[in-house]
């Protein structure tokens, strides 16, 4: 029996890299799984990959989270297939990454539209059941370079400040009513476009206009001297959306290889 055994997960974001680990994960411990994404294709070939290796309780719906009839969309689709939602993990992101006075209006609003908006939207949509259940998990997947600035992530940063910002609000105002508000605020993380910069060929590096390669990033400014795996991340909001982390509530969780600490 899995630690998740007869829990209906929604993962946003998962038709690829962090989400797509973490829905697996889930789908590991034994939760139902709904996935989302703005990509449908993506999420078609997980829940295929999820059913073939024996976790065939994984739908798919394919929406706009930044949206609000998006994400209302996502909460009906759960509801009809499902019946309810236990475990809410705001994953869906992404975002222009440049330097601030580069961005324009338009890059400004995207960034702020897949990051926090989606987060906004999937929330309301989905935690007025679970406070009329007295249960519930939201997890948000936020980033730690809010804490350590990064280069050309000023905008980025705004949207994830504002996903980490939303747990203590909403862990005060909602606690009593039995749903924990979580935020996994990952550093580095060897995503498929992170091993893809790992490469040293220069038509590569002049694509993500790097100046220094993520090798000596991760030498140079992480302390365990490696980024981390998104098995890794998907592990920590395993835990969190179990029955073991109840008493854990509007906290930030820093997974980074000790390159940031409180």
Not at 103 to 126: G, K, M, V
Request: hydrophobic share 45%.
């Amino acid at each position: 029996m899995g630690t998740l055994e007869g829990k209906i997960a929604v993962v946003t974001g998962s038709a690829r890299g962090i989400g797509k680990a973490i829905a697996t994960r889930l789908a590991r411990e034994g939760a139902a799984l709904m996935i989302s994404d703005i990509n449908g294709d993506g999420l078609a070939a997980l829940c295929a990959e999820l059913e073939a290796a024996g976790s065939p309780g994984a739908v798919h719906h394919a929406a706009d989270l930044s949206a609000e009839d998006g994400a209302q969309a996502l909460l009906a689709a759960t509801v009809a297939t499902h019946g309810r939602c236990d475990i809410l993990v705001n994953n869906a992101g992404g975002g222009v990454i440049r330097p601030f006075l580069e961005h324009t209006a338009e890059t400004l609003r995207q960034t702020i539209d897949r990051n926090l908006w989606t987060t906004i939207w999937c929330t309301r949509a989905f935690l007025p059941a679970m406070i009329a259940r007295q249960a519930g998990r939201i997890i948000n997947i936020g980033a730690d370079s809010v804490h350590t600035g990064t280069y050309s992530h000023a905008g980025y940063n705004a949207a994830k400040g504002g996903v980490h910002a939303m747990i203590t609000g909403l862990a005060f105002e909602f606690a009593r009513h039995g749903v924990t508000f979580n935020a996994v605020s990952p550093g580095g993380v060897l995503t498929e476009d992170l091993q893809e910069m790992m490469s040293d060929n220069p038509e590569v590096l002049a694509k993500y206009k790097m100046s220094v390669h993520p090798r000596e990033v991760a030498r140079l400014e992480i302390p365990a001297q490696r980024f981390t795996e998104m098995h890794e991340v998907a592990a920590l909001v395993a835990f969190l959306a179990g029955d073991d982390a109840q008493a854990i509530n509007g906290q930030i969780h820093s997974i980074n290889g000790a390159q940031w600490m409180m």
